[in-house]
């Protein structure tokens, strides 16, 4: 597609459901990475995927979190038995990798979540 | 490990008068630099990088960033604030993986404000 695409733009969730944001970054881009921005601070680094295996999971806050991602299409971000503290706009973005070249990320319009 | 400092959480400037944002980074490899903008309600939007070459770098809306190894500095300018510039803006550095490329460590963030 034209943009990274994320789905749904808003969610309201009771405490302890299970959630899952999907993330449809644009065709051709090899990375893609999640983020959370919890209201009034920076971006907190989740996980990123090259390719559909996550070289890096170090950002998960707890084992409540999960991410997949099929080939290099869409990914998932499951947050089981969600809490309060969850609560914020979780963002995507991909880029294209490769060699020393950097394209920058292209991040999408994210996904607000509200654990009430 | 690389890291990134923005000094000054919030930056208010009149329209007309010169937009300075701070941000020293810190990486034991050559690091690639960025800035992204976010404006209110909005996803983040990259406004320039540095990769190699030109220090001196040039983005979208009359932004510009020079990379000083020395002072491991990477600040942003506008010479003329409009008050469309008014968002909050990102310094990132890209962390390497063995000379690959991996996830961005963003800073906290400067909420730049325009006053007529």
């Known amino acids: 597609g034209a943009g990274v695409s994320q789905s749904p733009s808003n969610k309201v969730t009771e405490k302890g459901k299970d959630v899952e944001l999907r993330c449809d970054p644009i065709?051709?881009?090899?990375?893609l990475y999640w983020y959370r921005q919890r209201l009034g601070q920076g971006l907190e680094f989740l996980i990123y995927f090259q390719g559909n295996s996550a070289p890096d999971k170090s950002g998960l806050p707890s084992d409540r979190f999960s991410a997949e991602r099929t080939g290099e299409s869409v990914s998932t971000l499951t947050i089981q038995r969600t809490q309060q503290e969850d609560s914020a706009v979780y963002l995507c973005a991909s880029s294209l990798v490769g060699g020393d070249n950097d394209y920058g990320y292209t991040f999408g319009s994210g996904t607000r979540l509200t654990v009430v | 490990a690389q890291s990134v400092t923005q000094l000054g959480s919030h930056v208010s400037v009149s329209e007309g008068a010169l937009v300075l944002l701070r941000c020293n980074y810190s990486s034991s490899v050559p690091p690639y630099l960025f800035w992204y903008v976010q404006y209110p309600n909005q996803g983040l939007q990259l406004l320039l990088k540095y990769t190699t070459g030109a220090t001196l770098v040039k983005g979208i809306n009359g932004f510009e960033a020079e990379f000083k190894k020395s002072e491991t500095s990477f600040h942003l300018t506008k010479p003329s604030a409009h008050m469309s510039d008014a968002a909050e803006y990102f310094c990132a550095v890209r962390v390497n993986y063995g000379g690959s490329q991996g996830n961005l460590i963003f800073g906290k963030g400067t909420k730049l404000s325009v006053k007529p």
């Open positions: 065709s051709g881009h090899t990375a």
